[in-house]
C-alpha cells in the first residue's frame, strides 16, 4: 500500500473551519522530468519565519525557514523540516484564522523551478541535498544540509534540523539581506499588512465572504435609493416668485 504523503498534514488540520487545501498525494514526476516547482512563503504565525518548499514525490517538501534565506554563503540559516504539503499549497496566499492551526498571515514570497544536482532521495537519506533555484527572486545553487538530531526540551521528539546554505557561485550577494530587499508577494505585490486585510483573500468559511458581499450590495442600495428620493425632493420644491406676479 502506497505511504499517505499528507497524513500528517491532513491530522493537523480541521478543514471544517479552514478553507486550506486538503490536497492529495500526486504521482511523481520521472526522474528524466525538467525542473519541478518551488515556492517560498513568509508565514506570520506565531513567529514569523519562511517556508521553504520543493516539489518531489508529488507532494511539496518543507522546511521552515526562521531567519529567511539569505544570499550569502556566510549565512547558514537553520531550516526545521516540516510535514509535507500538497502542491496545490504553493498557490496560496492569504489568512489562516486564528485559532487554526498555523494561523496567520500568508505571503506567496518567491516561486519558480528547481533541479537537485543528485538523486533526490539518495541525498536526503544521505543528508545534503544540493540543488539550483530559478525563481522570481532566488537563484543560482543552495544546499541543505541535515543537522545531527538531537532531543527537544518538549518530550523527546527529535526534530528535523537542517542548515539553508547559499553555494559559491555568480548570484552570491552581500549586504542588505534579500529578505530586506524583497518585502512584498511575487504573485499580487502586495505587502503583508495589505494581505492580513484584504477580505477576499480570508481562508474561512464561505458564508463569511457572501455576508460581506450581501452587506455591501444593501448599501449600495440604500444610497441609490437616497439619491433618488433627494432628486424627486429637489423637483417638488417650489422656486422663487417673480416680484409682481402672484402664485397660481
Known amino acids: 500500500m502506497a505511504r499517505d504523503r499528507l497524513k500528517h498534514y491532513r491530522q493537523k488540520r480541521d478543514f471544517s473551519r479552514t478553507a486550506e487545501p486538503a490536497g492529495e498525494s500526486r504521482r511523481a514526476r520521472p526522474a528524466h522530468a525538467k525542473a519541478l516547482r518551488y515556492v517560498i512563503q513568509k508565514h506570520a504565525a506565531r ?8 516539489e518531489h514525490d508529488g507532494v511539496l517538501l518543507s522546511w521552515a525557514v526562521p531567519k529567511g534565506p ?40 518567491d516561486r519558480g523551478r528547481w533541479l537537485a544536482a543528485d538523486d533526490v532521495d539518495e541525498a536526503l537519506r544521505k543528508g545534503k541535498l544540493v540543488f539550483a533555484l530559478d525563481g522570481e527572486r532566488l537563484k543560482g ?35 542588505k539581506l534579500v529578505t530586506a530587499r524583497e518585502t512584498t508577494s511575487v504573485k499580487t505585490g502586495r505587502s503583508m499588512d495589505e494581505i492580513a486585510t484584504g477580505h477576499s483573500r480570508v481562508w474561512h468559511s464561505d458564508k463569511t465572504a457572501a455576508g460581506k458581499a450581501a452587506a455591501a450590495t444593501k448599501t449600495a442600495r440604500k444610497k441609490t435609493t437616497a439619491g433618488k428620493t433627494t432628486r424627486r425632493a429637489r423637483k417638488k420644491r417650489p422656486g422663487k416668485t417673480r416680484p409682481g406676479k402672484k402664485r397660481r
Open 47 to 54: 513567529a514569523l519565519h519562511y517556508d521553504f518548499r520543493l
Open 70 to 109: 539569505s544570499e550569502n554563503p556566510a549565512d547558514k540559516r537553520l531550516a526545521v523540516q516540516v510535514e509535507d504539503h500538497p502542491l496545490d499549497y504553493g498557490n496560496f496566499e492569504g489568512t489562516i484564522p486564528a485559532g487554526e492551526y498555523g494561523g496567520g498571515t500568508v505571503m506567496l514570497w
Open 141 to 175: 545553487l543552495w544546499a541543505l544540509v541535515r543537522l545531527r538530531p538531537r532531543n527537544n526540551e518538549r518530550g523527546g521528539e527529535r526534530r528535523k534540523n537542517w542548515l539553508l546554505i547559499k553555494e559559491k557561485d555568480d548570484y552570491v550577494r552581500t549586504g
